[in-house]
């Protein structure tokens, strides 16, 4: 493990007319990622739905036509981004997005390295309007792990952050890195994402990454409305800054938020840190395998 330095997004959708609209922005940004000297580029979930535009206003106002469309063009996507991966020699996790396999739709985000396409994760745990109104499935073939030149990393989408064991499976499984792109509508769906992927930082004594999507895109109900705020957290302790906060963007504000991380101190933390909760984990089970009850004893007349 090593030093890497991450840029997350904090990343508007915008209407496009033509494909050459669209390659032209992403490369606009991975230009700008890789300017600042990163070596890992995130994107937010569902940066992939500003592709529904290509299909015109009626199906990007449509919530089953937009997924359609997106999907349509997912191969021609990773081709774009992996193509930039390696043209400027870094990773890149793309804007996640809906695929269709069979009668599944699911939510994709891949992961490209300097030699090309390394995998993809599907997201596991669905929201009530991913299930209800917008019929996307939640993975099939479980949680994935990536090596890479820096270290061993896994991805969190969104709504999967705020479930504790699926981020402890992959930390136990060698992850020092979770990457969480997330897509919000509301503040407090973004403090949601937020808080889960800080509490896994404490947790599993790691380096987490949000990134978001920001800003308004009217013209698809899917994603019409979007805010948080791009950062990477990691444990409070030894090491690590006191708030846990490495480094953070201004809520709303789009752009690359930009750190150098040193994941040894990961390995640190979890041997040598003021708390060991990566280590003390299992004493949980312990501890709750019998919850029991003290009655009030009765007011003495």
């Keep these: 493990m090593k030093q890497v330095t991450v840029a997350t997004a904090a990343y508007p959708l915008d209407w496009h007319e033509d494909w050459a609209s669209y390659e032209a922005k992403v490369r606009a940004w991975v230009q700008a990622g890789a300017l600042k000297r990163a070596d890992l580029l995130v994107f937010p979930e569902y940066g992939a739905m500003e592709i529904a535009s290509l299909g015109g206003p009626e199906v990007a106002g449509d919530l089953d036509r937009s997924v359609a469309e997106v999907a349509r063009h997912v191969g021609a996507m990773e081709r774009l981004f992996e193509g930039l991966a390696i043209e400027f020699g870094l990773y ?7 695929v269709i396999e069979g009668m599944a739709r699911r939510n994709r985000a891949t992961l490209f390295g300097p030699a090309g396409r390394i995998g993809h994760q599907d997201k596991a745990i669905m929201t009530r309007f991913e299930r209800d109104d917008w019929r996307i499935d939640g993975g099939s073939d479980g949680l994935r792990l990536f090596d890479t030149g820096f270290g061993r990393l896994a991805i969190l989408i969104c709504y999967d952050s705020e479930f504790p064991l699926l981020a402890r499976a992959v930390c136990e499984a060698g992850a020092v890195l979770l990457l969480v792109p997330s897509c919000t509508d509301t503040r407090a769906g973004y403090h949601r994402v937020r808080v889960g992927a800080q509490a896994r930082a404490l947790e599993n004594q790691c380096v987490t990454v949000q990134a978001v999507v920001v800003g308004a895109a009217a013209w698809c109900p899917a994603v019409a409305e979007n805010h948080g705020a791009a950062a990477l957290y990691a444990p409070p302790d030894v090491n690590w800054c006191e708030t846990g906060v490495i480094a953070e963007g201004a809520y709303d504000a789009p752009g690359w938020v930009v750190a150098k991380v040193d994941l040894e101190k990961v390995e640190i933390a979890r041997t040598d840190g003021e708390v060991l909760t990566f280590r003390h ?10 919850v029991g009850l003290e009655p009030e004893s009765p007011r003495k007349a």
């Design 92 to 98: 890149i996790l793309a804007p996640s997005g809906p």
């Design 281 to 290: 984990w299992g004493e949980q089970a312990m501890q709750t395998a019998h």
